[in-house]
């Protein structure tokens, strides 16, 4: 991690958060303090406290972290998290005054079928319920399309330029055009240093939320290098 906030201590363009494995986040959170890297959490639970073993409460990552990923595709693949249960994260984490990063993606079954907006939208609507527009436009969302993470299948930039606008739309409905226009919306669909360019150029997509590319220290440098170039 020291290696990391090497290579990237003099990169101001463009904002930089890394989100480790919770046995490492107290850790990788005190070798990053001071720097220009942020630091994230994977997951949040929406409870303060509780029976609740083997949960990570908004209290125990106070003072750790600033971002925390809420609704990750895995999780919502592999470990079935419901649109409900996301909801309940976000609200929980939006409260206890994190920046969540709200993932939404399609899978290829649902991209295959013509069903992307409506999945989308569908997401937006169930994960976003209950929650005022003033603390909307505290989240940053990203979209990840399932079926191009792994797959051997990529998403073309006009593609990933495609549905960001859509969930640009969206929350302009929810927000408004002005506050809807600054929200950040990421793409985070195996994320490369060779493709990071052609996708960041496109007029909705504001970001990365970058997977496997970011376990090397010099592959994420290079993606990062790339995007502030942009």
């Known amino acids: 991690m020291a290696r990391t906030a090497i290579k990237l201590k003099d990169f101001s363009k463009v904002d930089i958060a890394v989100c480790p494995p919770f046995t490492a986040l107290c850790e990788v ?11 994230g959490a994977q997951n949040i639970y929406f409870e303060d406290k509780g ?6 409460s908004p209290l125990m990552l106070k003072g750790i972290c600033k971002y925390v990923i809420v609704g990750h595709s895995e999780r919502r693949h592999i470990l079935n998290e419901s649109d409900e249960l996301i909801n309940k994260k976000l609200i929980a984490a939006l409260e206890h005054g994190f920046t969540p990063i709200f993932c939404i993606g399609e899978k290829l079954d649902e991209r295959e079928k013509g069903m992307e907006t409506n ?24 979209y990840e399309p399932v079926w191009a993470i792994g797959t051997g299948k990529n998403a073309t930039p006009e593609q990933a330029q495609e549905m960001h606008a859509f969930i640009r ?27 990071i360019k052609s996708i960041i150029m496109k007029s909705d997509v504001d970001g990365a939320l970058v997977g496997g590319a970011s376990l090397d220290a ?12 942009v």
Do not use: P, W
């Not at 939208?121 to 005022?132: A, E, F, P």
């Not at 739309?169 to 493709?195: F, H, P, T, W």
């Not at 010099?218 to 170039?229: L, N, Q, Y």
């Open 51 to 56: 029976a609740f073993t083997g949960e990570i």
């Open 218 to 229: 010099d592959g994420f440098a290079k993606i990062v290098r790339a995007a502030s170039e």
């Open 29 to 39: 959170s005190r070798e990053l303090n001071g720097s220009n890297i942020e630091v």
């Open 119 to 142: 999945v989308i939208q569908n997401q937006l609507k169930n994960g976003l319920k209950g929650i005022s527009k003033y603390k909307i436009i505290k989240l940053i969302i990203a």
């Open 169 to 195: 739309s969206q929350m302009k409905k929810l927000c408004g055009k002005e506050e809807g226009d600054k929200i950040r919306i990421l793409y985070g669909g195996s994320v490369k240093a060779d493709n």
